[in-house]
């Protein structure tokens, strides 16, 4: 089974709560809501592939160190492996805006159970939930 290596991140807003994009129609789990980031390009570290995939994405800088490490997922679906590291961050510049066609959605974590996601990312909600 191979092994895809995505990195996300919680952007954490001055109230609290974390930015969710939705998967775009076209997109394999279209609909389902996910943590901004995106696979990590061979030669890459997981904090390059954030802050491309954060410009690339919402049109946002940051930069590796206000990317901090919290939790990781381990998820096998069907046909690949995923291994997600997922870092918090606080600290941006400019405003996050859709620029590939998904949905932007801020939200606390405490509503995060009631939004339809991804596998592997539910098992990171208790664990953002109590380091917020």
């Known amino acids: 089974m191979r092994l895809i290596l995505v990195a996300a991140v919680a952007l954490i807003d001055a109230d609290g709560r974390v930015l969710l994009t939705q998967r ?13 980031g995106g696979k990590i390009e061979t030669g890459e570290s997981p904090e390059t592939a954030l802050i491309r995939e954060l410009h690339e994405e919402l049109g946002i800088d940051t930069w590796a160190s206000c990317l901090a490490p919290l939790t990781f997922a381990s998820h096998a679906y069907e046909d690949f492996h995923l291994l997600m590291p997922l870092y918090a961050c606080r600290k941006w510049q400019g405003t996050p805006k859709a620029r590939e066609g998904q949905v932007l959605r801020w939200t606390r974590v405490s509503e995060m159970r009631q939004l339809p996601m991804p596998p592997a990312d539910l098992p990171l909600i208790p664990i953002l939930r109590d380091w917020l």
């Not at 775009?24 to 901004?36: D, I, S, V, Y």
């Open 24 to 36: 775009p129609e076209g997109k394999a789990m279209a609909g389902l809501w996910e943590f901004p």
